[in-house]
């Protein structure tokens, strides 16, 4: 979609340190880390946000997932444990309107989302 920061990381016009990609999801670390490991997964074509997912494509959010798995088995700093987490829409602080997943660990992580 034009004018979509991810739709421009996924087709290569903006730069991002990708880590892993499958053919429908991309993995790339967050420009503003919030902890010693942090990197987004995001579906290849432009989904909104959670509200959004559907039986068309539900599929995508299970090789986000897939893939979130793939890159946590294989990587050390996170094999104590991580957090995933989506934001949706204004209340819930999503700030780019793309879906993604956060993958967010490699220290002890505190709660306290609200
Ligand atoms: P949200 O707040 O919508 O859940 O998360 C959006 C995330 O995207 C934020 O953590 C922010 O740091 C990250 N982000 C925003 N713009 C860019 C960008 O151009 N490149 C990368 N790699 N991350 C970005
Ligand atoms: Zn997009």
Not at 40 to 67: A, G, Y
Request: proline residues 4%; positive net charge.
């Amino acid at each position: 979609m034009k004018n979509c920061i991810f739709c421009k990381i996924v087709c290569k016009e903006i730069k991002a340190d990708i880590v892993a990609e499958t053919n429908n999801s991309i993995a790339f670390k967050d420009i503003n880390p919030q902890a010693k490991f942090h990197i987004l997964i995001i579906p290849k074509i432009h989904i909104k946000s959670t509200v959004d997912i559907c039986q068309h494509n539900i599929h995508l959010l299970s090789d986000i997932i897939l893939l979130s798995n793939q890159i946590s088995k294989s990587t050390k700093i996170i094999s104590n444990g991580y957090r995933w987490v989506f934001n949706t829409g204004k209340d819930g602080g999503q700030t780019v309107d793309h879906l993604h997943m956060h993958l967010i660990g490699g220290q002890p992580l505190n709660w306290s989302p609200a």
